[in-house]
């Protein structure tokens, strides 16, 4: 069965530190993979995607991540955080041609001034 | 995109009763799911809302406890039944244009049962 792996639960950091928060999946078959963000009260809100082409994928707000296929990973990435993205970030992922898609766990973000 | 809404956004619940969700879209879309995100936990997929037809549910979930409708292509609902303390979650409506594309999530309903 697909699964979805988040290893840092917590983060905690400073404004203008530099972030990556790292998602592994399982699944050997072609698949679309997704980071969403969830302000504090705000609902779920999808940050950027990976359907194919080139790997390396720009979301909003300054948010990139990298398609590594044969790790199997989706690692997001931010040169430099601000206070303002204090958040739940989940990975998701879906196997191409099916509707069903699978989270990670969540990572819980505080940045500092 | 898609805009949701979901109704009501929070409520509490005596243990035996029912409560059922509304998930509106903005806009047509080919396909509805409702998860469950349980109290510092991801986000869990109950079941496919199908339009015209029975959802289709994941491991774990029934249609007697988790009796879903799409009646059209922007509504759909969910309810929960014969509740106990251990549904208290929050319930959310995503919707997405086709098979495999991103999902649009509403604000979700935070139920508590009592």
């Known amino acids: 069965a697909q699964s979805v792996s988040q290893h840092n639960h917590h983060v905690i950091l400073s404004e203008a530190a530099s972030l990556e928060l790292g998602c592994n999946y399982s699944?050997?078959?072609?698949?679309?993979l997704f980071w969403y963000v969830q302000y504090p009260g705000q609902h779920l809100q999808l940050l950027l995607k990976?359907?194919?082409?080139?790997?390396l994928v720009k979301g909003i707000k300054g948010f990139e991540a990298e398609f590594i296929k044969s790790k199997f990973s989706f690692n997001l990435r931010k040169p430099s955080v601000q206070w303002s993205d204090t958040a739940e970030y989940f990975c998701?992922?879906?196997?191409?041609?099916?509707?069903?898609?699978?989270f990670g766990t969540g990572t819980r973000l505080q940045v500092f001034p | 995109s898609a805009v949701i809404s979901q109704k009501p956004s929070r409520d509490i619940c005596q243990r035996g009763t029912s409560l059922t969700i509304q998930c509106q879209v903005d806009s047509q879309v080919t396909m509805m799911f409702w998860y469950r995100q349980q109290p510092g936990q991801s986000l869990t997929l109950i079941a496919t809302a199908n339009q015209g037809s029975e959802a289709t549910y994941e491991s774990g979930f029934v249609i007697d406890k988790f009796p879903i409708s799409r009646p059209n292509l922007t509504f759909s609902t969910l309810t929960v039944s014969n509740m106990s303390p251990e549904d208290s979650s929050i319930y959310l409506c995503s919707a997405s244009t086709g098979v495999g594309y991103e999902q649009y999530f509403g604000p979700g309903t935070r139920l508590t049962v009592t």
């Open positions: 990976y359907f194919s082409g080139d790997p």
């Open positions: 998701a992922v879906n196997a191409r041609n099916t509707d069903k898609l699978i």
């Open positions: 699944y050997g078959g072609t698949v679309n």
